[in-house]
């Protein structure tokens, strides 16, 4: 007798399919039952884990800005705080005399009314040329550091200590550091790795001689307009030069050492310390040729040194470190760089003989953008008075004069030749002179070490 469990094998076949269907239809129907919970839990999860890290994310924001806030406004505060003639006299560069004890040579009664104010003149920096160098990189740490005891002693903001270190035959160290080629050169010898380590010693040993800025490097791109100028200043064409400056200021910012990219916009095959330069190409050409600017700026090198060639294609009226076009509206706002704006030498005889007398032209480079003003000569006292009177007569004038100042100040208190103190209350900042300094032993150590792998990586590449 067949088992009441018994199947008749005709319907097996319908019964297994049936079967079959049933836990396929279950394996596709389950998940759906859960997923959309399961996804509602872990976006609920995600959407917890964002708004923390946002939360978060924003609270250190606010804590960076308003850092960053309170610290713009110390340096305003500490430019404030000096005089109109201090605050002028910030935004020179000039030379200096001697190379074993550091002596000014004017006295703060050249640029004001006041005949029995003996005070020490001090430009905000100093540039130094070869007469200024000792024999032996003692004697020069000694120069340098005469000049911060110096102010110190006296309560005078320390200067910054620039020098034309660019290689080649501009190269006022070739009698104490270790060897630097000619720009072209290094591009032509030194794969990006050596030539980052080349400009990395040199920086050390700068640093470690006192110095803070280097005028360097020369960002133009070396083309027929320019080539009997430049010569080997130049990395070369545009790619290579864009490639071989950027290294070469991460290298020198990387350690210790500011970086300037000169000459913008750019020269002629006319000697500026002779002629006016002057630059014919369209807008489109001399995009193409400052390209190595426009990258390098990125890198937030600590200046860019103005040229004193016309442009035809933007301003052709005037030079480009006396025009608010090419420093103002392409450099700060186009290009978006936020560092100190150097004039070059507005003593060259170019200026002059073209209708820009110094008295003159200091005012006109204030005017268009320039922070800080080179001159070649060791006296600053009589262009500084034509500032101190304009700033008196024009609020709008005393105002960029501030503005100049306060640059100069930051860049100060990022070479660590002046810091920043937190009150006591927690409140904010103030700007006071820098304490810690390097030992002469330490920095001579460092200095002699930089100095031996640089030779040795000279006779490497070069022989």
């Not at 039952?33 to 976006?43: N, R, T, V």
């Not at 200091?362 to 953008?369: L, S, T």
Request: hydrophobic fraction near 40%; charged fraction near 25%.
């Amino acid at each position: 007798m067949p088992s009441k469990h018994a199947v008749d094998s005709s319907t097996l076949p319908g019964i297994i399919f049936f079967a079959v269907m049933k836990k396929v239809i279950f394996f596709l129907i389950f998940p759906l039952l859960f997923i959309p919970s399961c996804s509602k839990k872990i976006d609920a999860r995600q959407t917890k884990k964002e708004i923390s890290a946002r939360k978060s994310y924003g609270i250190w924001t606010d804590y960076f800005n308003t850092v960053e806030r309170l610290k713009k406004s110390a340096v305003s505060e500490f430019v404030n705080s000096l005089s109109l003639e201090e605050r002028v006299s910030q935004v020179f560069i000039e030379n200096l005399t001697g190379d074993t004890v550091f002596q000014p040579v004017e006295e703060v009664r050249a640029i004001t009314e006041n005949p029995d104010d003996t005070t020490p003149l001090v430009p905000g920096g100093y540039l130094f040329f070869s007469y200024n160098l000792a024999p032996s990189p003692e004697k020069i740490m000694d120069f340098t550091d005469s000049i911060r005891d110096f102010c110190v002693e006296r309560g005078i903001t320390p200067p910054f200590l620039a020098i034309d270190q660019e290689g080649g035959f501009v190269n006022r160290l070739r009698a104490v550091s270790g060897p630097l080629p000619s720009q072209k050169r290094v591009a032509d010898n030194l794969d990006v790795k050596n030539a980052y380590r080349l400009y990395a010693l040199q920086a050390i040993q700068m640093h470690s001689l006192g110095f803070h800025l280097n005028m360097a490097p020369v960002a133009e791109v070396l083309s027929p307009e320019n080539e009997s100028f430049l010569s080997d200043r130049s990395f070369g064409d545009r790619d290579t030069a864009s490639l071989y400056s950027a290294l070469c200021v991460n290298a020198y910012q990387n350690y210790g050492v500011g970086a300037v990219l000169k000459h913008f916009p750019g020269n002629s095959n006319t000697d500026p310390h002779t002629g006016l330069p002057e630059i014919r190409l369209s807008k489109e050409m001399l995009d193409e040729q400052l390209l190595p600017f426009k990258k390098c700026v990125g890198k937030n090198p600590a200046g860019v040194l103005m040229s004193h060639a016309r442009t035809s294609c933007l301003d052709e009226t005037v030079p480009a470190c006396f025009s608010s076009k090419w420093i103002t509206d392409e450099l700060r706002q186009n290009y978006g760089f936020r560092g100190i704006v150097f004039s070059d030498d507005i003593f060259m005889g170019a200026l002059n003989k073209n209708g820009y007398p110094p008295e003159k032209a200091v005012i006109m480079a204030i005017e268009a953008g320039v922070n800080c003003i080179m001159i070649s000569e060791k006296r600053f006292g009589a262009v500084a008075k034509v500032l101190v009177k304009k700033a008196r007569e024009d609020a709008a004038f005393s105002k960029m004069i501030s503005q100049s100042a306060e640059k100069i100040i930051e860049f100060k208190i990022h070479a660590k030749i002046l810091t920043l103190l937190q009150k006591d209350d927690g409140s904010g900042y103030v700007v006071a002179m820098n304490g810690s300094q390097q030992t002469l032993h330490d920095r001579l150590f460092y200095f002699t070490e930089a100095r031996a792998e640089n030779i040795d990586l000279y006779l490497e590449r070069f022989y």
